[in-house]
C-alpha cells in the first residue's frame, strides 16, 4: 500500500485543519488505520486508529473530542478532522496502515508509512 499524505499547514489556536491519507496498491479495506505524529525530540505517538469498515475508532486522550478520523474504502482515504487545535498539537502527522481488521496504538504494527504532513499551531 502506498500512502499520501496532505493538509498540513500552519493555524493559529482554536483553529481546524483537515487531514487526508490517499492509497493505493492494494486493497484497501483489508487495513487498518491509524494517524500518527511526532514533534522535535519525541517519539512518534499514536493519535487515532479506525478499523476495515470504519465502525471502531479509538483516539489518544490527548485529542479525544477535538478530533475525528473517519475513512471512505470506495475512494481509498482516510481523514483526520482536527479540530480546537492547540500549540502542542505541533507535529509531523502520518498516517499508517495495518494489516488486519483492528487498529493498533504501536507503530511497530503499521506495515505502511505515507511521507508525513506538517501541522503547525500558533499561539
Known amino acids: 500500500v502506498q500512502l499520501q499524505a496532505s493538509g498540513g499547514g500552519l493555524v493559529q489556536a482554536g483553529g481546524s485543519l483537515r487531514l487526508s491519507c490517499a492509497a493505493s496498491?492494494?486493497?484497501?479495506?483489508?487495513?487498518?488505520l491509524g494517524w500518527f505524529r511526532q514533534a522535535p525530540g519525541k517519539e512518534r505517538e499514536f493519535v487515532a486508529g479506525?478499523?476495515?469498515?470504519?465502525?471502531?475508532?479509538y483516539y489518544a486522550d490527548s485529542v479525544k473530542g477535538r478530533f475525528t478520523i473517519s475513512r471512505d474504502n470506495a475512494k481509498n482515504t482516510v481523514s483526520l478532522q482536527m479540530n480546537s487545535l492547540k500549540p502542542e498539537d505541533t507535529a509531523v502527522y502520518y498516517c499508517?496502515?495495518?494489516?488486519?481488521?483492528?487498529?493498533?496504538?504501536?507503530?511497530?504494527?503499521?506495515?505502511?508509512w505515507g511521507q508525513g504532513t506538517q501541522v503547525t499551531v500558533s499561539s
Open positions: 496498491g492494494r486493497t484497501f479495506s483489508n487495513y487498518a
Open positions: 479506525i478499523n476495515w469498515s470504519g465502525q471502531s475508532t
Open positions: 499508517a496502515a495495518a494489516g488486519g481488521n483492528y487498529y493498533y496504538t504501536a507503530p511497530a504494527k503499521y506495515d505502511y
